[in-house]
């Protein structure tokens, strides 16, 4: 078999600089373009204070001292000093400045992405494993932080810098400046050769991050079974491979690091060397001063700084590539299921009625090869406040139905009504409006109970919420927490038991009372008191509503008023439960299977 890519592989790195992306990225600055301006400013003052200190040097080596001019260089050592402060002081206000520009960017951005995520479909999802997604919203928008905070703003001043160097030495003494400059093409292919080995060196650590970052959480949520079958010891040793790999290509980029600096330190030594030959013969000659030459030191040493900051920036801008280009991906994800461009109302009150007319389905893309429907041809009405039971082996396409009217997925074929209006022609958010949905695998969030039960919607309040506690007896387990209705339940509800967090789930679909309520193996990983309890409440809540409810166990679903019996995606068998098992087909077949004594099965069930 041909090895299939690992779903959690970080992309491959786009090139080191898009000036597509950067104008894209450039666009998140305009909100805050007087911000930049002022910061580009306060560099361009910073820059210039950088060759005060040496041409104040040079006038007290030249001037002062030699005429005894005591005054003169009282105030030059008072003017060096207040340079220096001054421009510790613009620093540090474009540090402010620059830092809450690349927070608000940031903060921008993370909003921007995350309204993406609560739209995007949910077959979205299913492609795209939620470590991904959680990187892009955390590491990859911090990674364009720092090129906000310290790259695109930051790089003026480096340029500002070398510009008002090369242009105080070139006007001090041309001769000598070409002299320190003759190490640049040197420097220039040195900081060539560090680029593309840390671009290397950068991509493999983002590739072994996103394994660390995909292992990690396939363990933790998967912890219970990982004690359950004794695999810790071998995990341990899983995650030190992985980790050791990560720890591998870090060390490799800190030795690029290492070798790095020094060389460019070596080379600001030569043109050090090389400025006190020419310098000093220059001075012995009388063509150079003491003054210059000491300046022409001091601008040598502060000359590569900005070299050496230029290549760090040029690995910070390659890695804000690539998290940009990832970002952009997500925010540029076509969204399918959308509200059409002028939906149609569905009628106040709901009355409920629910058509599928010829529904096909498929997961993924139908249009490539021979599709693997999960629906075939499906047609079927459900009357205003009729009851009605879908059952069939596991993969029959009960939880699909679900699904479809929903619009958590679209048919590739057919069309489902709701009160004879296609569900394509109402709005999204009327239509999840009108229906409760108590799933199998009960989602609760960690905040309070009574939050779960709301969700945070200010049109339910706290009569509500103990009223719908109360019908699917929720209120008994409410009690006995320490702070009742404001007791944190933890990640998932993990304090509470299956069939406890499955109540809260029903007081969830009561407190919004939903027109439609939809019951998807709602009672399968209870007890057999407490799906009691919710047979009961539910034998209320139904009456007066349109309900649909899948259920494996056939226990559950005698007193509905219909069954429709799914098999591979077809509609095989509809009618109540006695004329089904009258009629002595599917139905009757799944019956017995479930319901005849263990020895006798292999004997009277038929094959299906």
């Known amino acids: 078999m041909s090895a299939q890519p690992d779903i959690h592989e970080e992309e491959a790195l786009g090139k080191a600089y898009d000036a597509r992306l950067m104008r894209r990225l450039l666009r998140y600055l305009t909100a805050y373009w007087w911000l930049v301006g002022l910061a580009v400013l306060i560099l361009a003052m910073a820059s210039a204070m950088e060759i005060v200190g ?37 620093h540090y206000t474009h ?44 590491s990859d928008v911090e990674t364009l932080n720092e090129l906000f905070a310290s790259g695109i703003v930051t790089v003026f001043g480096d340029v500002f810098t070398l510009v008002f ?64 079958f004794n695999r810790e010891e071998k995990d341990a040793q899983e995650h030190h491979k992985v980790n050791m790999d990560y720890l591998e290509a870090h060390l490799r980029s800190i030795t690029y690091y290492a070798l790095f600096f020094p060389v460019i ?83 106040t009150p709901t009355r409920g009625e629910i058509e599928f007319r010829d529904v096909w ?70 239509l999840r409006g009108r229906i409760g949905l108590v799933l199998q695998d009960v989602f609760l969030f960690s905040q309070d109970v009574a939050y779960n039960i709301r969700l945070g919607s200010k049109k339910i309040g706290e009569a509500q919420i103990l009223k719908a506690a109360r019908r699917v007896g929720a209120d008994r387990v409410v009690k006995l927490l320490p702070k009742g209705y404001d007791q944190p339940l933890g990640e998932r509800g993990s304090s509470l038991s299956v069939g406890e967090r499955q109540l809260l789930s029903f007081a969830r679909a009561l407190a ?40 494996h166990r056939l226990s559950t679903v005698r007193g509905v008023d219909r069954i429709l019996v799914f098999h591979h995606g077809e509609l095989r068998e509809t009618g109540s439960h006695q004329e089904l098992l009258d009629k002595g087909g599917l139905y009757a077949r799944l019956h017995e299977l479930q319901f005849a004594p263990v020895g006798r099965q292999g004997a009277t069930v038929a094959p299906v």
């Open 265 to 347: 330190e070596l080379f600001t030594a030569i043109a050090l060397a090389l400025i006190l030959w020419k310098g000093g013969a220059s001075i012995l000659e009388g063509a150079v001063t003491v003054g210059v030459l000491t300046a022409f030191l001091q601008y040598a040493g502060r000359f590569f700084r900005p070299i050496q900051d230029l290549s760090e920036k040029y690995n910070l801008l390659q890695g804000a590539m690539a998290s940009s280009e990832r970002i952009f991906k997500l925010l540029d994800q076509e969204i399918e299921i959308l509200d059409p461009a002028n939906p149609i109302p569905l009628p």
């Open 512 to 551: 919004f009372d939903p027109s439609i309520l939809i019951l998807d193996e709602a009672t399968s990983s209870v007890d057999s008191e407490i799906e009691a309890q919710i047979e009961k409440a539910t034998d209320e809540v139904m009456k007066g509503r349109t309900s649909l409810v899948i259920a």
């Open 95 to 138: 540090r402010i400045l620059t830092a809450w520009l690349g927070q608000r960017i940031m903060y921008d951005l993370r909003m921007e992405v995350f309204h993406k995520l609560q739209r995007l479909d949910l077959s979205y999802y299913d492609r795209n494993p939620v470590g991904r997604l959680i990187t892009r919203i955390t």
């Open 165 to 228: 160097i090369v242009a105080a030495m070139l006007q001090m003494d041309w001769k000598l400046a070409l002299v320190a400059f003759s190490v640049i093409p040197f420097v220039a292919w040195t900081a060539f050769v560090f680029r593309a080995r840390v671009r290397e060196a950068y991509r493999d650590i983002r590739v072994r991050l996103a394994r660390i970052n995909s292992f990690l959480h396939e363990r933790f949520t998967g912890m219970r079974v990982i004690q359950l």
């Open 54 to 90: 040496p041409w104040l040097t040079k006038v007290a080596l030249d001037d002062a001292i030699p005429e005894g001019d005591g005054k003169l260089l009282s105030f030059l050592a008072l003017g060096y000093l207040g340079a220096m402060a001054f421009g510790f002081l613009l």
């Open 361 to 430: 389905f498929a997961y993924g893309d139908a249009h490539e090869g021979d599709p693997d429907w999960v629906l075939k041809g499906v047609s079927f009405k459900v009357d205003s406040a009729e009851k009605i039971a879908i059952v069939g082996h596991t993969g029959a396409g009960k939880t699909t139905l679900v699904n479809l009217l929903m619009r958590f997925y679209e048919p590739q074929k057919g069309t489902i009504l709701l009160d004879g209006i296609p569900i394509r022609e109402a709005s999204l958010r009327e």
